[in-house]
């Protein structure tokens, strides 16, 4: 679609929205937010007619892009024959959902609880682990994040805990691996591997074996900066948990349905949890969904003892209708595949080739359609670009790094002092090659703030 300007219905949009709506995350006097008049594919655009390659998906959600016909056209089917039913029943469009979910979740997740988004399919998933264990304690990683609503706030690792942060939530923060910038003084990735096994295990110790319900990580933390844990960390605390009775959720809210070229990225580590955490690809965010894919010792838990818990709109006909048409596009068009290998043989390959050409690169890390930089101001010292959790001046050179991609016609993924490169699953050769491209004009700017 050629994107048709029109700047009055823009600027109409765009006072309406600051006259009422309210945004996440912000203060809300400090923000300019784009008015956006559509999308298509890995682009959208704004009523002035300026279009963009969305290397965000969204939210790290449209794994297929914007507007992908036959998921508008099921969505559309699916409103024209039961458009939401009651989750007591059992509903075509549900089943089928869950039915092509399951199909593709590890070992015996077979059972499948829907939610409307991520951050409630932790909530669920922890309730479940402490019901099934007994035990009230749940262990879960710094720099992560598990979703905004109070528990999953709790859990979560990075500063936009602190305002609700309780400290009566039954959480305990450790340290997962993270060898860049290694909280273990290790040297080599089987030394970050081995310390911070050995330290969630102490931790595990004095906290009392016999109290911990659960240890919840992101297979791949995402917006924390998308460090792919080092070989064996993950068996190693599949061992753990199965050591201590204890059990292992991982959350796929952004790693799962393609993103890093595996269905889950647990299959790229060959470990199975007993309850997986998914939203956001599952139907590449046309409608909300999440949910929570159980093991079958878990699910019999409440085989006879009725779960507590429930949501209005659990398994809308909608969401999963879009989830199903998602889940048939993806394996139709190969769309697992394409960010599998179009990862490693363009992405990952420009992204290094980009590190070497600026001072600002300090980390190149990921896989699939999920990479993050790590932008520095000095390489030898590895100083952050910008302080943690910088705002107002001290961002400014993110700040300016983030305008400069946007002037060159990609929209980025900024996170403290990261860039992510989180393309749709199905972005072709020639587009990734195109925000590549303004991806380097961009890092041009973050250069001259290097030391």
């Given at each position: 679609m050629t994107p048709?300007?029109?700047?009055?219905?823009?600027?109409?949009?765009?006072a309406a929205d600051r006259a009422h709506v309210f945004h996440s995350w912000s203060a809300q006097e400090l923000i300019d937010p784009l008015a956006v008049a559509g999308a298509e594919g890995?682009?959208?655009?704004?009523?002035?007619?300026?279009?963009?390659?969305?290397?965000t998906s969204g939210l790290v959600y449209t794994n297929i892009g914007y507007q992908h016909p036959k998921v508008v056209a099921a969505i559309q089917?699916?409103?024209?024959?039961?458009?939401?039913?009651?989750?007591?029943?059992?509903?075509?469009?549900?089943?089928?959902?869950?039915?092509l979910i399951a199909e593709r979740t590890p070992g015996d997740l077979d059972k499948i609880f829907f939610t409307n988004g991520g951050a409630d399919a932790v909530e669920h998933a922890v309730r479940m682990a402490r019901l099934h264990t007994g035990r009230p304690k749940v262990l879960?990683?710094?720099?992560?994040?598990?979703?905004?609503?109070?528990?999953?706030?709790?859990?979560?690792?990075?500063?936009?805990?602190?305002?609700?942060?309780?400290?009566?939530?039954?959480?305990?923060?450790?340290?997962?691996?993270?060898?860049?910038?290694?909280?273990?003084?290790?040297?080599?990735?089987?030394q970050e591997c081995a310390r911070a096994l050995e330290h969630l295990e102490t931790t595990i110790a004095f906290e009392g074996p016999g109290t911990v319900a659960a240890i919840i990580l992101e297979t791949i933390p995402g917006?924390?900066?998308?460090?792919?844990?080092?070989?064996?960390?993950?068996?190693?605390?599949?061992e753990i948990c199965d050591k201590y009775g204890i059990v292992l959720i991982l959350d796929e809210v952004m790693a799962g349905f393609g993103r890093t070229g595996e269905w889950f990225a647990a299959d790229l580590f060959g470990v199975v949890p007993d309850l997986i955490t998914f939203a956001k690809g599952v139907n590449s965010?046309?409608?909300?969904?999440?949910?929570?894919?159980?093991?079958?010792?878990?699910?019999?838990?409440?085989?006879?003892?009725?779960?507590?818990?429930?949501?209005?709109?659990?398994?809308?006909?909608?969401?999963?209708?879009?989830?199903?048409?998602?889940?048939?596009?993806?394996?139709?068009?190969?769309?697992?595949?394409n960010a599998k290998n179009l990862g490693a043989s363009v992405v990952?390959?420009?992204?290094?080739?980009?590190?070497?050409?600026?001072?600002?690169?300090?980390?190149?890390?990921?896989?699939?359609m999920f990479w993050a930089l790590d932008l520095v101001k000095n390489r030898e010292t590895r100083e952050p670009l910008v302080p943690y959790n910088a705002a107002g001046e001290a961002n400014a050179p993110m700040a300016a790094f983030g305008a400069a991609a946007k002037k060159h016609g990609i929209w980025p993924f900024i996170n403290m002092n990261r860039t992510h490169v989180v393309p749709p699953c199905?972005?072709?050769?020639?587009?990734?090659?195109?925000?590549?491209?303004?991806?380097?004009?961009?890092l041009s700017v973050a250069d001259e703030y290097v030391e």
């Amino acid at each position: 679609m050629t994107p048709q300007p029109n700047p009055e219905v823009g600027a109409a949009v765009k006072a309406a929205d600051r006259a009422h709506v309210f945004h996440s995350w912000s203060a809300q006097e400090l923000i300019d937010p784009l008015a956006v008049a559509g999308a298509e594919g890995s682009y959208f655009w704004d009523y002035d007619g300026k279009r963009y390659l969305d290397f965000t998906s969204g939210l790290v959600y449209t794994n297929i892009g914007y507007q992908h016909p036959k998921v508008v056209a099921a969505i559309q089917e699916q409103a024209a024959t039961l458009s939401t039913f009651a989750p007591a029943f059992a509903v075509e469009a549900r089943s089928e959902a869950a039915r092509l979910i399951a199909e593709r979740t590890p070992g015996d997740l077979d059972k499948i609880f829907f939610t409307n988004g991520g951050a409630d399919a932790v909530e669920h998933a922890v309730r479940m682990a402490r019901l099934h264990t007994g035990r009230p304690k749940v262990l879960s990683a710094y720099r992560s994040y598990h979703g905004g609503t109070q528990q999953a706030i709790n859990i979560t690792g990075d500063p936009r805990r602190w305002a609700s942060d309780s400290a009566a939530a039954g959480v305990v923060h450790f340290w997962a691996p993270f060898l860049y910038r290694s909280r273990f003084y290790a040297e080599t990735e089987e030394q970050e591997c081995a310390r911070a096994l050995e330290h969630l295990e102490t931790t595990i110790a004095f906290e009392g074996p016999g109290t911990v319900a659960a240890i919840i990580l992101e297979t791949i933390p995402g917006t924390a900066g998308i460090m792919v844990p080092p070989p064996g960390y993950l068996a190693g605390v599949r061992e753990i948990c199965d050591k201590y009775g204890i059990v292992l959720i991982l959350d796929e809210v952004m790693a799962g349905f393609g993103r890093t070229g595996e269905w889950f990225a647990a299959d790229l580590f060959g470990v199975v949890p007993d309850l997986i955490t998914f939203a956001k690809g599952v139907n590449s965010g046309y409608v909300p969904l999440g949910g929570v894919a159980i093991s079958g010792a878990i699910a019999e838990t409440f085989g006879k003892r009725p779960y507590p818990g429930g949501l209005t709109y659990s398994g809308h006909p909608l969401a999963c209708a879009a989830a199903a048409a998602t889940i048939n596009v993806m394996a139709e068009e190969g769309v697992v595949e394409n960010a599998k290998n179009l990862g490693a043989s363009v992405v990952g390959p420009a992204l290094r080739e980009l590190a070497e050409r600026h001072p600002s690169v300090g980390d190149v890390r990921g896989v699939g359609m999920f990479w993050a930089l790590d932008l520095v101001k000095n390489r030898e010292t590895r100083e952050p670009l910008v302080p943690y959790n910088a705002a107002g001046e001290a961002n400014a050179p993110m700040a300016a790094f983030g305008a400069a991609a946007k002037k060159h016609g990609i929209w980025p993924f900024i996170n403290m002092n990261r860039t992510h490169v989180v393309p749709p699953c199905n972005a072709t050769e020639a587009e990734l090659k195109e925000g590549l491209a303004a991806l380097d004009s961009a890092l041009s700017v973050a250069d001259e703030y290097v030391e």
